[in-house]
């Protein structure tokens, strides 16, 4: 069975610093990798996702992701936090099984300091 | 489209009350899934359909029940409350096809006294 680990419960960071969340997963085989955004109080919002090709993907809100099969990861990055990314961000693995339902990590919440 | 919406936002049970959360998507997708979110446990998936009259256990599936009737609903329901199942439920559709996004609902915050 898959799973995936964020290892970093919580991360404040200053507005306008780097910003990276890591990522770990286990699975069998090649994986298909999310990142999802969730505002306090809202649903969860899809970032950006990896199923092939090109190692590096970007996506909304200035948000990029590197898969490296070799560390079983896949570590969401941005160059410049802005105020408003402050939030909970869940990494996920889908599984090519029937359903193939997602299996989430248990969370990063960022909070950025003006 | 509304999306995937659900009801209600809130409740509040006592130990051994029955109750459905309903979830409903305009979106025509086959797939439909609750997740329960706890801190620091993430979302874990309690069950999952791949469409009508098709439904699976997921990983947290005791205590709960589903059914699909049709393709746009997908009720989750509490047979007897207990304050293990205090959490906030997520439901989530698809279409088919695996690289398809997920879309999720805003949430049922449930709190079992």
């Known amino acids: 069975a898959q799973s995936v680990t964020q290892p970093d419960i919580h991360i404040t960071v200053s507005e306008g610093a780097s910003l990276e969340l890591r990522c770990n997963y286990s699975y069998g085989a090649t994986p298909y990798l999310f990142w999802y955004v969730q505002s306090p109080g809202q649903g969860l919002q899809l970032l950006l996702k990896y199923f092939s090709g090109d190692t590096l993907v970007q996506g909304i809100k200035g948000f990029e992701a590197e898969f490296k099969r070799s560390q079983s990861s896949f570590n969401l990055r941005k160059p410049s936090v802005h105020w408003s990314d402050a939030a909970e961000y869940f990494c996920?693995?889908?599984?090519?099984?029937?359903?193939?339902?997602?299996?989430f990590g248990g969370g990063t919440r960022l909070m950025v300091k003006p | 489209n509304a999306g995937v919406t659900q009801t209600p936002k809130f409740q509040v049970l006592k130990t051994g009350q029955s109750m459905t959360l309903q979830c409903a998507q305009d979106m025509n997708h086959e797939y439909m899934s609750w997740y329960r979110q706890d801190p620091g446990m993430g979302l874990r998936l309690i069950h999952y359909s791949v469409g009508a009259g098709i439904t699976d256990q997921g990983e947290v599936p005791n205590g709960y029940n589903v059914s699909r009737s049709t393709t746009e609903d997908f009720p989750l329901r509490l047979l007897s409350a207990a304050p293990s199942q205090t959490s906030v439920y997520f439901c989530?559709?698809?279409?088919?096809?695996?690289?398809?996004?997920?879309?999720f609902g805003p949430g049922t915050r449930l709190t079992v006294l």
């Open positions: 989530a559709s698809r279409a088919a096809d695996l690289y398809n996004e997920q879309f």
């Open positions: 996920a693995v889908g599984a090519n099984n029937a359903g193939n339902m997602l299996t």
